[in-house]
């Protein structure tokens, strides 16, 4: 059974009411958005949070950037524990946690920066749990949905930045090509030297970039079966441990 709660330096999250609990590729994920953007110029303004579970990404991301932050969450209980994690960090006047569903949400203002955990288990095996599947497989929200919002509600020089599985790379670089999104770099992850990617992390822009896009690698293990250096470096504001 997994922990009920996940203590970070800075804040907390509480997750027994959400079928996503808190995951090593997600914390990547906010780590690595969070890293990017807190020095990217201009800064950022206005965040929008897809699908955002316990509020770990929404927090993440506002420990580094101050800017107004809105997360998404269709399923009411995890909704409602985003809220509580939120209310009781330090960035509870930051985020604002809304209990819609994406296809239903129309923001008042385009974002700089749209992050997504999404849900990625397209037509896999599905489970007996359906908070599960909800969370797990795009039966209530596809790639190309997120894809097309982003679209739609990036500012001009505005960032997606989605967390997938590896084998959908292709599949996801030809729905952003549809979309006039532009593919600024991507991080592909294993869990050790020897094993193959598992995660893919795509950063797209509106903004047509004037070099070609950065291809990089993420190894979360060592030889040793230790954190590697890059992840340690990645994660050491966040994790307790590090």
Request: proline letters at 5%; aromatic letters at 10%; a negative charge.
């Amino acid at each position: 059974m997994s922990n009920p709660f996940f203590h970070f330096k800075q804040f907390n999250i509480q997750q027994d009411r959400c079928a996503m609990k808190v995951c090593t590729d997600a914390c990547i994920l906010g780590a690595y958005a969070a890293g990017k953007f807190s020095v990217n110029q201009p800064a950022m303004q206005r965040i929008l949070d897809i699908g955002c579970g316990t509020g770990l990404l929404s927090l993440m991301t506002a420990q580094k950037i101050p800017a107004i932050i809105d997360a998404i969450e269709i399923d009411e209980s995890a909704a409602s524990q985003a809220m509580e994690n939120v209310h009781q960090s330090k960035w509870k006047d930051q985020v604002s946690v809304h209990h819609i569903s994406l296809q239903s949400f129309h923001p008042v203002a385009p974002y700089d920066l749209i992050i997504s955990n999404p849900p990625f288990f397209e037509n896999d095996l599905k489970s007996g749990d359906s908070m599960k599947n909800k969370a797990k497989h795009d039966i209530t929200l596809s790639i190309e949905e997120i894809i097309t919002f982003a679209a739609e509600n990036l500012s001009a020089n505005g960032c997606l930045v989605l967390l997938l599985p590896y084998h959908r790379s292709n599949e996801v670089e030809q729905m952003a090509v549809q979309q006039n999104l532009y593919l600024i770099e991507k991080l592909f992850v294993k869990h050790a030297e020897t094993h193959p990617y598992f995660r893919s992390i795509f950063q797209f822009s509106k903004s047509k970039p004037a070099t070609d896009p950065l291809i990089r690698e993420l190894v979360i293990y060592d030889s040793e079966k230790q954190y590697s250096p890059a992840f340690q470096s990645l994660l050491a504001d966040y994790y307790l441990k590090l």
